[in-house]
Nanobody, 129 residues
Framework: QVQLVESGGGLVQAGGSLRLSCAAS????????MGWFRQAPGKEREFVSA???????????YYADSVKGRFTISRDNAKNTVYLQMNSLELEDTAVYYC???????????????????WGQGTQVTVSS
């Protein structure tokens, strides 16, 4: 069982930055691929970013085209935490952001929400003009 708690959301002006954090419980955090998804009002939940487990080649990171170059995902296995640094925020980034954990036995696409077993409660990010 993995419990996820997001923090760091808030209200920011367009062009500003926020850093989201997701603290995970459990001793097997390092073996999970971690993802960030978001859901804006009236829209489907969409993939934002993901970071794989650490291997001999390092970690792999993935980004939605809409955030590439602006957002950076990272993980600190010693702290059981994954981060999402969001820069150059745009009005379209307004959404509830969810942290999710994909079980090590699941090798499905990192951008598909159905492949993630555990979810946080979400944190609101609002970008104003």
């Amino acid at each position: 069982q993995v419990q996820l708690v997001e923090s760091g959301g808030g209200l920011v002006q367009a062009g500003g930055s926020l850093r989201l954090s997701c603290a995970a419980s459990g001793r097997t955090f390092s073996s999970y691929t971690m993802g960030w998804f978001r859901q804006a009002p009236g829209k489907e939940r969409e993939f934002v970013s993901a970071v794989t487990t650490i291997s001999w080649t390092g970690t792999n990171t993935y980004y939605a085209d809409s955030v590439k170059g602006r957002f950076t995902i990272s993980r600190d296995n010693a702290k059981n935490t994954v981060y999402l640094q969001m820069n150059s925020l745009e009005l379209e980034d307004t959404a509830v952001y969810y942290c999710a954990a994909r079980h090590p036995s699941n090798s499905g696409s990192v951008d598909y929400s159905g492949n993630y077993k555990y979810w946080g409660q979400g944190t609101q990010v609002t970008v104003s003009s």
